[in-house]
């Protein structure tokens, strides 16, 4: 019994059926050859040869002639066309029976690559969670040799602490120096205020004595103009007198 092939399609391809009739008379032809028994389109179908084989002995047998070679005769031809007929039926129970074990075959293989195929997403997610993972610890490993090597290039924690320790003695000393500095600048400005406080004084005193000495001069002119003039009086009088 001839069938016709499908072509396996593979990846991004469709399975496209190819049918000599349409779809729907191609089925139909088949299932005529499967009841039938008919292996190509020509010819008469095996049924119907045992179907007339069957009537020519059977009609025979209902004869009332002494016919007993005739109808052994057509039971053996029926018996014959029968063991014909009966041959393909075996060949078809055994390739139906095939077929269902290749069935079987397939689908058992079918789940066990389904399992597969769940097993291996699932390793596959696993893998990448790993790969993640491993993403970030080696991230980290890069980051803390980084720092190992900043630290490698620091000096000794000794010598730092004693570099640490001389800093503090000269912020110490710094200090120290600046409160120094602050007292001997708070002194040199009350000091400075003093000064600046005598000047002051000072100033107003020499301007007092000169405003003194101004008047004394003032009054001292005044007292010699006016013994002057008196002088020029009296001169006349007594010329006059003598």
């Known amino acids: 019994m001839p069938i016709k092939g499908r072509r396996i399609a593979g990846k991004g391809e469709t399975t496209a059926s190819h049918y000599a009739f349409g779809q ?30 069957f009537t020519t002995f059977v009609s025979e047998i209902e004869k009332e002639a002494d016919n007993c070679g ?47 195929i769940l097993q291996a997403q699932a390793d596959i997610e696993d893998l990448k969670r790993q790969l993640e993972e491993s993403k970030v610890e080696r991230k980290h490993k890069e980051e803390g040799e980084v720092i190992r090597k900043l630290i490698a290039m620091q000096p000794p924690r000794s010598e ?43 100033q107003n005193t020499i301007e007092e004595e000169q405003r003194s000495l101004v008047e004394e001069i003032r009054n001292v002119v005044d007292d010699h ?16 007198v003598d």
């Open 160 to 202: 730092t602490q004693k570099v640490l320790t001389e800093l503090e003695k000269e912020i110490a000393a710094l200090e120290a120096e600046n409160t120094a500095s602050s007292r001997t600048l708070d002194l040199r400005k009350k000091q400075f205020a003093l000064l600046l406080h005598v000047v002051d004084e000072l």
């Open 24 to 53: 729907l008379e191609d089925e139909i032809i088949i299932r005529h050859r499967l009841l039938t028994r008919t292996t190509t389109t020509r010819g008469e179908p095996p049924l119907k040869k045992l179907q007339k084989k």
């Open 70 to 116: 005739d109808c052994e005769r057509l039971a053996k031809a029926f018996l014959q066309e029968l063991n014909t007929f009966e041959i393909p039926l075996l060949k078809s129970k055994i390739v139906i029976d095939a077929n269902v074990r290749e069935k079987e075959n397939f689908n058992d293989l079918k789940g066990e690559i389904n399992v597969q």
């Open 225 to 240: 103009n006016k013994s002057g003039v008196e002088d020029a009086t009296v001169g006349p009088e007594a010329m006059a």
